[in-house]
């Protein structure tokens, strides 16, 4: 398989997960009115959803290293599409929550064994590079979902959104049946045993340099998920602006990350990923400190409220592929288990974001700028602990 081939087939895996988190945004206000519940249990349907993506991002990796790539990720887009269909015919609102919780349990598959396939034939700055041009391509996810969620719910109800969720299911399935390559040989396959598998991820979580790198990109990714989690108060209630609005915050979000992605694939075999990764560290920094600067003084209106917005995703597009890179490299022959932990601390971030944090601030501008540059300094702060903690490690 060519390596713009791949990247797109791993892209397309990787959108799933974000595509069935923000389609149904704009649809939130409907399903409380149709099931007559409030926004605080609507809520639930995206806290559960990304609870279940978290638990199961912890083993889909392990399976991939014991049972191959491919066969993991089939399986799970047949589950997610079962899910769909499921939340789609959903008769009430518990059985709504059900299947959104099988739709989480099955939407991570693609993006963490996609990463180990990418780690798999692929090393140093073509790995960067790959990575790179994965996120520009998986980026128009979350600029296209919400947007064509609103226009759906507008035009046939929010259930549409999940026959859409349904029938990009069964096209990731037969184009990962035509396409998707193998790329871990039955030879290097750990063993499917509890034992080694408690004691691979005893042995991951007892190395510091690690843990701390997997919590700085969880963190690096908490300004993205604090949005996305507050998108229908952000727009409807702090904005103003309509359902069929979300663009505004969205759109800024992904031509960021486009944009950063770009400029990283293009400067990948050029720059050393520490490089990289630290004035991706700075712009972040900066967009989170605008945000902050311009809600103080300001009343939040496009389109002065997103720029910030386009700053941090910029950098954060600069930075990911390299400590991703770094992060996956520390086991090369428990690839699977470091995505799968990995992608668990990431979407553990975001579902406790989700569920806890962004209801606290989503009514006030200000208060969301702030928890941006919060996670910010976290991601900063972690990253620089566990390079030092590596550097001396060398030293030693």
Known sequence: MSFRTLTFMLAGLAMLGPFATDAYLPAFHSIGAEFEVSQAMVQQTLSLYLTCFAVMSLFYGTLSDSFGRRSVIIGSLVLFGIGSVGAMLAPSFGWLLFFRGLQGCSAGAGRVVGQAIARDRYQGAEAQRLFANITMVFSLAPAIAPVLGGYLTNLSGWRSVFGLLAVLSILLIAASLRKLPETLPVNRRQPFRLRVI?????????????????????????????????????IMKILGLSETAFGWLFIPFILGMMSGSMVNSRFAEKLAPATMIHCGQGIIALGALGNVVYNAFFTASVPWAVLPIFVYSFGLSLALPGMTVVTLGTFPSMRGMASSLQSFVQMTIFAVISGTIAPLLFHDALLLALGMAGGAAMSIVLWWASTSRTARRGEG
């Open 198 to 234: 408690v004691s691979n991820y005893l042995h991951a979580l007892r190395h510091p340099p690690f843990v701390l790198a997997i919590l700085a990109v969880g963190f690096a990714f908490s300004g993205f998920a604090l949005y996305i989690s507050s998108a229908a108060s952000f």
